[in-house]
């Protein structure tokens, strides 16, 4: 049950976009297209934002997206927003279990 | 509207054993696929454990052998047993619906999590 591989840290600039990736192996990422990825802001719990690889919960903006290709899976952030500066964690399935990122931190600069 | 809402939390002894409680609201526990994901102070999201609607409960390493999760349908509320505790336990506990096979296969609505701090 190893955690899957995020950046400690992206950042970019109003209106950029910036992608975080998340590593696994064909155990988990590779083997399940169930990918998610949360949104913890300091001192709040987390907010799911993609599951499935690339499907966006409702009232989640489209400005959000997921894919994968492989072992890796990636969030995409388009039209950054001050509001988006938070931790970032992905999420995937394994057979008998689950399976978190060790979180990236966006600063929005 | 889907509520969680954990209690239980507290400091306890290394050794110690504590029960963590998740009222939900908006939805029947039992017909849902259930979780428990741990925070430790500073760090990233771990998860825990889950049940499944049909009563199946599976654990991460860290803590099998010494959690059990569990729930009460007529409380409509999910339970996390904590046994022969660890320094490294101490953690921030959010319930959380989902972590199941049926979609969405992911974490779906979270609680507001309650701090288990385990020290002498």
């Known amino acids: 049950q190893s955690a899957l591989t995020q950046p400690a840290s992206v950042s970019g600039s109003p209106g950029q976009s910036i992608t975080i990736s998340c590593t696994g192996t064909s155990s988990d990422v590779g083997g399940y297209n169930y990918v998610s990825w949360y949104q913890q802001h300091p001192g709040k719990a987390p907010k799911l934002m993609i599951y499935e690889v690339s499907n966006r919960p409702s009232g989640v903006s489209n400005r959000f997206s997921g894919s994968k290709s492989g072992n890796t899976a990636s969030l995409t952030i388009s039209g950054l927003q001050a509001e988006d500066e938070a931790d970032y964690y992905c999420?995937?399935?394994?057979?008998?279990?689950?399976?978190f990122g060790g979180g990236t931190k966006l600063t929005v600069l | 509207e889907v509520q969680l809402v954990e209690s239980g939390g507290g400091l306890v002894q290394p050794g110690g054993s504590l029960r963590l409680s998740c009222a939900a609201s908006?939805?029947?526990?039992?017909?849902?696929?259930m979780s428990w994901v741990r925070q430790a102070p500073g760090k990233g999201l771990e998860w825990v454990s889950v049940i499944y609607s049909g009563g199946s409960t599976y654990y991460a390493d860290s803590v099998k052998g010494r959690f059990t999760i569990s729930r009460d349908n007529s409380k409509n509320t999910l339970y996390l047993q904590m046994n022969s505790l660890r320094a490294e336990d101490t953690a921030v506990y959010y319930c959380?619906?989902?972590?199941?096979?049926?979609?969405?296969?992911?974490?779906?609505?979270w609680g507001q999590g309650t701090l288990v701090t385990v020290s002498s």
């Open positions: 908006g939805f029947t526990v039992s017909s849902n696929y």
């Open positions: 959380a619906r989902g972590g199941g096979w049926t979609t969405p296969r992911a974490f779906d609505y």
């Open positions: 999420s995937s399935y394994t057979s008998s279990s689950r399976v």
